[in-house]
């Protein structure tokens, strides 16, 4: 008995062996049916995703163009080139290769190969064609991304206005910053599977979104003339004693910005080769006091009330007080029997005042406002300033005595011009425009309305004033340096106390002189407002304002064709004494 149990143990060991072995191979085998069977395709599905690589391909950001068309702005495609640093085991080797296609030494990038993290730009805004003999160089953890380049094609021209953007492509000022989300189009996005150094495996599994580009923009600018008023503004910049120029031209039938500048300016292309402070448009963000342009409201105001008509006779005194101060003319004179037309063409602060008297606070305020002052004009551009106007309750009994002739309030370069607009225009102020037309990227266009135009003043004053106006220009006026041969012209000058921050008064502080403008006089077609800023200087408005007004007005008239005025200018009577 016991030797048959001794023979029987072994089979027992093999068969318990072959039990176990059996169970084993049978939690493997369902484990395979489910890894390969039921679970097969979650796996491969995994295995693919591990695979595929998502790549955002850049909508093209829409063009900035000029009133014809001429491009301002627009965009290229572009390669920037990155490196996965813990992808490389020769960054010395990599960095030498790289070097002579990057346009950088080897020293430079190899910090850049061997730093922390997965992902560094080695260089951005690459043409294509550097980009792919990078790429064919095959080197391990090196890479490319599509992307766009913005390009300027005019550089300085309209630089202001047009703006620049930063390296993501975001805009970052003027109408590339007012207009991001419109100039911005939608990204696209390939979905593909990679092999070997990332690149994409030929007819593997691919999906496509294409990129739909932004809209472009038109402007109201004329390129042409934007150029030539640069020029002006930078020529009376380089005057001894001038610190900055600026510049607007708008058409007075339309209110539309046809150029504005500031000076110095900047290259759109190079933004970063300036201070922060000079990449603003100071036309439309910077305010000044203007002076006796400002004249125009104060007259605008008696006549349209029935206070004056141009030939009222006045005596006018060198010296008026009023409050606590003392208002002179800028000459000393003896009592003068001026017309109302004398008093503005040979710019008496007096006889402005005397008017303003009649007038009240109440109701210079009123046409102030009129006339667009306190109140940002609407243009579509960034940080455009309302100006400074206080509620004359608030007037202290000096600024009822300068307000009048310009000091005590301030206001952009933009802002005067619109309130000539509004005399040439038969007192109807149409609030300045500088986007003509946005443009989809289907060639659909998309009209922008602009602002509604408001009455001022009725026809009756604004004729009066425009000949009042032209009595400046003319023989015994303050600006015969912007006459114009063959046309007749209507502006006013102006010379404001400018403030010294560094004392909070105006001791020291320099002057503005400016003008303000139209031509033809009998039939408007432009308005030209300049601002030169002369903190150690004291040129006057019509010495040093008015030739930059002629320069510009000259190109403006003569390149769009407008025939010389047809009609002489009228007899001026200024005093009493006159014929």
């Known amino acids: 008995m016991s030797r048959r149990l001794e023979l029987s143990d072994p089979h027992r060991r093999v068969r318990f062996g072959l039990a176990v072995l059996l169970a084993i191979l049978t939690v493997i085998g369902g484990r395979l049916v489910q890894l390969q069977g039921l679970d097969g395709m979650k796996y491969a599905a995994a295995a693919e995703e591990l695979r595929l690589t998502t790549l955002d391909l850049p909508a093209a950001r829409g063009q900035i163009l000029d009133r014809e068309g001429n491009p301002l702005a627009y965009s290229v495609e572009a390669r920037a080139i990155f490196v996965d640093p813990e992808l490389i085991t020769a960054p010395g080797r990599t960095a030498l290769a790289l070097a002579p296609l990057l346009g950088e030494s080897a020293d430079e990038l190899l910090p850049m190969l061997t730093a922390q993290g997965r992902f560094v730009y080695l260089k951005r805004e690459l043409d294509p064609s550097v980009a792919q003999a990078v790429m064919d160089l095959e080197l391990a953890g090196i890479g490319e991304l599509v992307e766009q380049r913005r390009e300027y094609p005019a550089q300085w021209t309209a630089a202001q206005v047009v703006g620049f953007v930063g390296q993501d492509g975001t805009g970052l000022a003027g109408i590339e910053d007012q207009y991001d989300d419109v100039l911005t189009g939608t990204p696209g996005q390939l979905v593909y599977e990679r092999g070997r150094f990332g690149l994409p495996i030929p007819a593997a599994t691919q999906s496509l979104t294409e990129a739909v580009a932004g809209s472009s923009v038109q402007l109201t600018l004329d390129q042409d003339m934007q150029f030539i008023l640069e020029q002006a503004v930078a020529t009376a910049n380089a005057n001894a004693g001038v610190s900055t120029a600026q510049a607007v031209v708008l058409d007075v039938a339309t209110g539309q910005v046809l150029a504005m500048a500031g000076s110095p300016g900047y290259n759109a292309a190079d933004p970063g080769s300036v201070s922060g402070d000079q990449l603003a448009n100071p036309t439309v963000s910077h305010v000044i006091e203007p002076g006796s342009v400002n004249k125009l409201i104060t007259f605008a105001g008696a ?264 009609t002489a200018a009228p007899e001026f009577r200024l005093t009493t004494d006159d014929a």
């Open 303 to 566: 006549l349209e009330e029935g206070l004056i008509t141009p030939e009222t006779e006045m005596t006018v005194p060198d010296n008026l007080a009023v409050s606590d101060i003392v208002i002179n003319d800028a000459w000393g004179h003896a009592p003068i029997n001026f017309t109302a037309t004398g008093v503005l063409g040979k710019s008496s602060n007096v006889g402005t005042v005397m008017l303003a008297q009649r007038l009240g606070n109440a109701r210079l305020e009123d046409y102030l406002r009129r006339f667009g002052l306190g109140t940002a004009t609407g243009i579509e551009l960034p940080a455009e300033s309302n100006g400074i106007l206080v509620p004359h309750e608030e007037w202290s009994g000096s600024q009822a005595g300068t307000i009048p002739f310009g000091q005590g309030i301030s206001m952009t370069v933009l802002q005067l011009a619109s309130m000539y607009q509004a005399v040439a225009n038969d007192g109807v102020l149409i609030p300045p425009r500088i986007v003509d037309q946005v443009i989809g990227p289907d060639g659909t266009v998309h009209d922008q309305p602009g602002s509604e135009p408001r009455r001022v003043i009725g026809p009756d004053t604004a004729a009066d004033l425009r000949y009042m106006l032209e009595s400046v220009t003319n023989e015994g006026g303050t600006a015969p340096l912007a006459r114009m041969d063959g046309y007749r012209v209507a502006g006013k000058t102006g010379t404001a106390q400018r403030p010294n921050p560094d004392c909070r008064c105006y001791a020291g502080g320099g002057y503005w002189a400016t003008f303000a403008g139209f031509a033809p006089a009998d039939d408007p077609r432009y308005v030209i407002a300049i601002s030169v800023e002369q903190p150690d200087g004291s040129g006057h408005g019509g010495t040093i304002a008015a030739p930059v007004f002629t320069s510009i007005m000259s190109f403006a008239l003569g390149d769009n064709g407008v025939a010389p005025t047809g």
